[in-house]
């Protein structure tokens, strides 16, 4: 295997400008797989099998439908997990021989291992084998019935024969597989009876077993929450029955009571949204609110892009996150963990109650005073818990905290030891994260223009000041922008006072112009870099425009999103807010205060829908217009956008790369407990790794024994990469404050901009030590636009001597045998050679 990973490289390496380079990573990667699950168990062959599924796009189908179909024909050579993964996996990514990999799944119904027949038969239960003819089929059919009525095998093995054989048998399998269910929901064997009834609910019927399932639900178990989930799922389709004989009622009265001009105007729309309820494929599903909320939509969006109708639950959503960043909680960003499907701190915010109170990123909260937050289905509905963790400044919440490591039987039944009680706080959500970096130059990234952007801007910038800095980095990349006026408080920390930031043309001819008001709060003599990249947009743009065109500012990074127009958000006559009394005068609505008009009864303050209207175009100091123009044909006029003087492409990581860099980080969790465990120990050495460890991975305590236990098929400084992501991490939450998401040892984009900075104090990176040993991309040269990426001639050397140094490693412990080496060694040499371009 080794020997094979090594040859991909050096190839890879050597064919770096070739656009088929993928084609071979891919393989790889599904040669390592499939052989890996040789000695896995089913249940990680069929996980893989689904990982190898997702890699499926437009451009790499065929070739991954080819790697596969190549393994298929050699499945004699497999072990059955192998086969298990190399054929759940084709039959997932199209254009499949269905009938070839059915006989193969037949065959494996057949196995002594349950396990491996077990998932022969879930896969057959797929409905894509429909498509096979009779006698296509009947082997399969056979075979499943022959493993229903098996009493050798296990209940587990013969409910999986019995629920394929519903799928695929027609209507005699239908009748066998439903006796062999029945006599299992009649067992006075509670265990037989629970997976009896299971079976039933996959198969579509929840009557007959709804007792047992009901009971079963009450259960924190894995077939507990499967039963509540279908439960739910039957619960769900009713409520969309009733809707749907509600809607109808509703349309039949609305047409018979309004007077017949409303009629004449509303008809197109009532014919409209009973034909979709009548005929489309989501018809029996769709609410007709979305419906009509789409309707309003549409309407807005014909006037132009950024034109839009807000329900009142998106602008809810939209007063909080920008409006409004702050509120009365614990201080917390929150979420649903993807893997285990338990609410998580995110990141606490540093200055909140929650961070003061010890918790951590990574942990999870699983009750609230006496509310679990875990169900028998799954977390409840993080709307729900979140609005249990909000509430009056100065009011307690006891919050129920399980660490990775614990018991998980604690997750359902937490004890009082793991109860924390924390003192709700007014939070400020932070706009700004900030660091010093090595040559006194200082990094601020802005992530939206918020009410408080400017306010926390300065204070980072200020304390900075305080300790020397030289120059700044202002980050504005992926912010989509915020309020106009902060865009100007923004401006004017970095510019004279009396300059134009932004002027604006609306329908009235009238133009409004915005200047600097104060004084700036940055030295005129302090150099500035602005990153930007295209998913900067409407304030963002302003500021870096303004910026650019005062000469102010050095901007860095790729154009802009082209986002040149003003939006207001308006009040819909006759619709309005629920209304509620302001205890603490702020101007809007706290969910400790007390409702005074209730519309709906529903016991929660809703706002009403706006529209949001694009009113006016703004124009930069220049006189330009950064505005991205689209023809009605969807054709592009016109860019738009703030195209920077240095163009620089991020980094980019292959999806190979980045698939296995996600199942060490995110599925196996490996680094991050490898961090957590040597934490303690080595604590001031991970601070000085986060901030910077000179890319040498031997600065990290037993980096050698972690990498041999990941068996990953990624370098050791993807590797090292991942490892100091999760030190970073460890490490801001053991300072208090969050560091930039750029980081100078990997963001190319972030090392063009030092260079920038630091060519204006006439100074170089190379005389920096912790820049001199990390930085991989050219210094750029401020002579019009230009292109740095990681494909440099010494990048391309580096990697061909990294290449060059695995080939012959592998030699000398006998990993790769001497003739292969030898040819690998010559080409990689010939590569090196001066006056050769690597192709």
């Given at each position: 295997?080794?020997?094979?990973l090594?040859?991909?490289?050096?190839?890879s390496?050597?064919?770096?400008?070739?656009?088929?380079?993928?084609?071979?990573?891919?393989?790889?990667?599904?040669?390592?797989?499939?052989?890996?699950?040789?000695?896995?168990?089913?249940?990680?062959?069929?996980?893989?099998?689904?990982n190898?599924?997702?890699?499926?796009?437009?451009?790499?189908?065929?070739?991954?439908q080819?790697?596969?179909?190549?393994?298929?024909?050699?499945?004699?050579?497999?072990?059955?997990?192998?086969?298990?993964?190399?054929?759940a996996?084709?039959?997932?990514?199209?254009?499949?021989?269905?009938?070839?990999?059915?006989?193969?799944?037949?065959?494996?119904?057949?196995?002594?291992?349950?396990?491996?027949?077990?998932?022969?038969?879930?896969?057959?239960?797929?409905?894509?084998?429909?498509?096979?003819?009779?006698?296509?089929?009947?082997?399969?059919?056979?075979?499943?019935?022959?493993?229903?009525?098996?009493?050798?095998?296990?209940?587990?093995?013969?409910?999986?024969?019995?629920v394929?054989?519903?799928?695929?048998?027609?209507?005699?399998?239908q009748?066998?597989?439903?006796?062999?269910?029945?006599?299992?929901?009649?067992?006075?064997?509670?265990?037989?009876?629970?997976?009896?009834?299971l079976?039933?609910?996959?198969?579509?019927?929840?009557?007959?077993?709804?007792?047992?399932?009901?009971?079963?639900?009450?259960?924190?178990?894995?077939?507990?929450?499967?039963?509540?989930?279908?439960l739910?799922q039957?619960?769900?389709?009713?409520?969309?029955?009733?809707?749907?004989?509600?809607?109808?009622?509703?349309?039949?009265?609305?047409?018979?009571?309004?007077?017949?001009?409303?009629?004449?105007?509303?008809?197109?729309?009532?014919?409209?949204?009973?034909?979709?309820r009548?005929?489309?494929?989501?018809?029996?599903?769709?609410?007709?609110?979305?419906?009509i909320?789409?309707?309003?939509?549409?309407?807005?969006?014909?006037?132009?892009?950024?034109s839009?109708?807000?329900?009142?639950?998106?602008?809810?959503?939209?007063?909080?996150?920008?409006l409004?960043?702050?509120?009365g909680?614990?201080?917390?960003?929150?979420?649903?963990?993807?893997?285990d499907?338990?609410?998580?701190?995110?990141?606490p915010?540093?200055?909140?109650?929650a961070?003061?109170?010890?918790l951590h990123?990574?942990?999870?909260?699983?009750?609230i005073?006496?509310?679990?937050?875990?169900t028998?289905?799954?977390?409840?509905e993080?709307?729900?818990?979140?609005?249990?963790?909000?509430?009056?400044?100065?009011?307690?919440?006891?919050?129920?905290?399980?660490?990775?490591?614990?018991?998980?039987?604690?997750?359902?039944?937490?004890t009082?030891?793991?109860?924390?009680?924390?003192?709700?706080?007014?939070?400020?959500?932070?706009?700004?994260?900030?660091?010093?970096l090595?040559?006194?130059?200082?990094?601020?990234?802005?992530?939206?223009?918020?009410?408080?952007?400017?306010?926390?801007?300065?204070?980072?910038?200020?304390?900075?000041?305080?300790?020397?800095?030289?120059?700044?980095?202002?980050?504005?990349?992926?912010d989509?922008g915020?309020?106009?006026?902060?865009?100007?408080?923004?401006?004017?920390?970095?510019?004279?006072?009396?300059?134009?930031?932004?002027?604006?043309?609306n329908?009235?001819d009238?133009?409004?112009?915005l200047?600097?008001?104060?004084?700036?709060?940055?030295?005129?003599?302090?150099?500035?870099?602005?990153?930007?990249n295209?998913?900067?947009?409407?304030?963002?743009?302003?500021?870096?425009?303004?910026?650019?065109?005062?000469?102010?500012?050095?901007?860095?990074?790729?154009?802009?999103?082209?986002?040149?127009?003003?939006?207001?958000?308006?009040?819909?006559?006759?619709?309005?807010?629920?209304?509620f009394?302001?205890?603490?005068?702020?101007g809007?609505?706290?969910?400790?205060?007390?409702?005074?008009?209730?519309?709906?009864g529903?016991?929660?303050?809703?706002?009403?829908?706006?529209?949001?209207?694009?009113?006016?175009?703004y124009?930069?100091?220049?006189?330009?217009?950064?505005?991205?123009?689209?023809?009605?044909?969807?054709?592009l006029?016109?860019?738009?956008?703030?195209v920077?003087e240095?163009?620089?492409?991020?980094?980019?990581?292959?999806?190979?790369?980045?698939?296995?860099?996600?199942?060490?980080?995110?599925?196996?969790h490996?680094?991050?407990?490898?961090?957590?465990?040597?934490?303690?120990?080595?604590?001031?050495?991970?601070?000085?790794?986060?901030?910077?460890?000179?890319?040498?991975?031997?600065?990290?305590?037993?980096?050698?024994?972690?990498?041999d236990?990941?068996?990953?098929?990624?370098?050791?400084?993807?590797?090292?990469m991942?490892?100091?992501?999760?030190?970073?991490?460890?490490?801001?939450?053991?300072?208090?404050?969050?560091?930039?998401?750029?980081?100078?040892?990997?963001?190319?984009?972030?090392?063009?901009?030092?260079?920038?900075?630091?060519?204006?104090?006439?100074?170089?990176?190379?005389?920096?030590?912790?820049f001199?040993?990390?930085?991989?991309?050219?210094?750029?040269k401020?002579a019009?636009?230009?292109?740095?990426?990681?494909?440099?001639?010494?990048?391309?050397?580096?990697?061909?001597?990294?290449?060059?140094?695995?080939?012959?490693?592998?030699?000398?412990?006998?990993?790769?045998?001497?003739?292969?080496?030898?040819?690998l060694?010559?080409?990689?040499?010939?590569?090196?050679?001066?006056g050769?371009?690597?192709?």
């Open positions: 295997m080794l020997q094979r090594l040859y991909v490289l050096a190839l390496t050597l064919a770096s400008f070739s656009r088929a380079q993928g084609s071979g990573d891919l393989r790889a990667l599904i040669d390592q797989r499939v052989q890996a699950a040789s000695g896995a168990s089913v249940e990680s062959a069929l996980e893989q099998a689904g190898i599924a997702g890699l499926a796009t437009d451009e790499n189908r065929a070739a991954l080819a790697d596969l179909d190549r393994w298929i024909a050699r499945a004699a050579e497999l072990s059955e997990p192998a086969r298990i993964l190399v054929l996996a084709r039959s997932r990514v199209g254009e499949a021989d269905l009938n070839g990999i059915s006989a193969q799944l037949v065959a494996l119904v057949g196995s002594k291992d349950e396990s491996v027949g077990q998932a022969a038969a879930s896969l057959l239960s797929d409905r894509v084998f429909r498509t096979l003819r009779d006698n296509e089929i009947e082997p399969a059919v056979k075979a499943l019935g022959d493993g229903a009525k098996d009493a050798q095998r296990s209940p587990s093995y013969r409910l999986a024969c019995a394929a054989l519903h799928v695929q048998g027609r209507a005699e399998g009748r066998t597989a439903r006796a062999l269910m029945m006599e299992f929901l009649a067992s006075s064997d509670a265990g037989l009876r629970a997976q009896g009834a079976a039933l609910a996959e198969v579509g019927d929840l009557e007959t077993p709804r007792k047992q399932l009901e009971s079963l639900a009450l259960v924190p178990t894995s077939q507990g929450r499967l039963a509540a989930a279908f739910k039957e619960d769900i389709r009713r409520i969309y029955d009733r809707r749907a004989k509600n809607d109808l009622e509703y349309a039949k009265k609305s047409s018979e009571d309004s007077d017949p001009a409303a009629r004449k105007d509303m008809a197109i729309l009532e014919k409209l949204i009973d034909l979709v009548r005929k489309s494929l989501e018809g029996e599903v769709v609410k007709r609110q979305d419906l909320d789409a309707a309003c939509d549409g309407l807005m969006r014909s006037l132009d892009e950024h839009s109708f807000m329900t009142g639950e998106s602008y809810k959503k939209f007063e909080q996150d920008l409004a960043p702050e509120y909680g614990i201080g917390a960003y929150v979420g649903e963990d993807p893997e499907h338990i609410f998580t701190i995110t990141r915010i540093y200055s909140g109650p961070y003061k109170a010890g990123s990574d942990d999870k909260i699983v009750r005073d006496d509310w679990p937050t875990v028998p289905s799954g977390s409840h993080q709307e729900d818990i979140i609005k249990r963790l909000k509430g009056k400044p100065g009011t307690s919440v006891k919050l129920y905290i399980w660490r990775r490591g614990m018991d998980p039987s604690l997750i359902d039944r937490p009082e030891d793991m109860a924390l009680t924390i003192t709700r706080a007014e939070i400020t959500i932070p706009p700004v994260n900030a660091q010093l090595p040559g006194k130059i200082g990094l601020v990234e802005l992530s939206s223009f918020t009410r408080v952007a400017s306010e926390e801007l300065s204070k980072q910038l200020k304390g900075m000041l305080d300790q020397g800095m030289k120059g700044v980095i202002l980050d504005l990349r992926n989509s915020g309020l106009l006026t902060e865009a100007c408080n923004v401006a004017n920390l970095m510019l004279p006072k009396g300059k134009l930031v932004v002027s604006t043309e329908r009235a009238k133009s409004e112009k200047y600097t008001r104060e004084e700036p709060l940055i030295p005129a003599d302090m150099p500035v870099a602005v990153l930007i295209r998913f900067s947009a409407s304030a963002s743009e302003i500021v870096s425009g303004a910026l650019q065109d005062h000469e102010r500012a050095v901007l860095v990074g790729q154009r802009s999103y082209g986002k040149g127009s003003v939006q207001n958000l308006l009040p819909i006559p006759g619709e309005d807010d629920d209304r009394i302001d205890e603490n005068g702020n809007r609505f706290d969910n400790w205060e007390k409702l005074t008009l209730d519309r709906n529903n016991g929660e303050f809703d706002f009403a829908p706006r529209a949001r209207m694009t009113i006016a175009r124009l930069l100091p220049s006189g330009r217009s950064i505005h991205r123009q689209i023809a009605e044909d969807g054709t006029i016109s860019e738009g956008g703030v920077p240095l163009v620089v492409v991020p980094r980019r990581i292959e999806g190979w790369r980045a698939e296995e860099m996600y199942r060490l980080v995110r599925r196996e490996k680094i991050r407990d490898w961090v957590e465990q040597n934490y303690a120990k080595d604590r001031e050495v991970f601070k000085q790794l986060a901030t910077c460890d000179e890319d040498d991975v031997s600065r990290y305590p037993g980096f050698q024994e972690l990498f236990s990941l068996k990953t098929v990624l370098p050791q400084q993807d590797v090292r991942l490892v100091r992501s999760e030190v970073r991490r460890r490490v801001q939450d053991d300072r208090g404050a969050a560091f930039p998401d750029g980081d100078f040892e990997e963001d190319l984009q972030l090392q063009a901009a030092i260079t920038s900075v630091l060519d204006r104090l006439h100074e170089k990176s190379s005389d920096i030590p912790e001199a040993r990390t930085f991989d991309a050219p210094a750029p401020e019009g636009p230009q292109l740095v990426t990681a494909a440099s001639r010494d990048d391309q050397l580096s990697r061909l001597k990294n290449a060059l140094t695995l080939v012959t490693d592998a030699k000398e412990h006998g990993q790769i045998d001497a003739k292969t080496a030898a040819e060694e010559r080409a990689l040499q010939d590569a090196l050679k001066p050769d371009q690597p192709r």
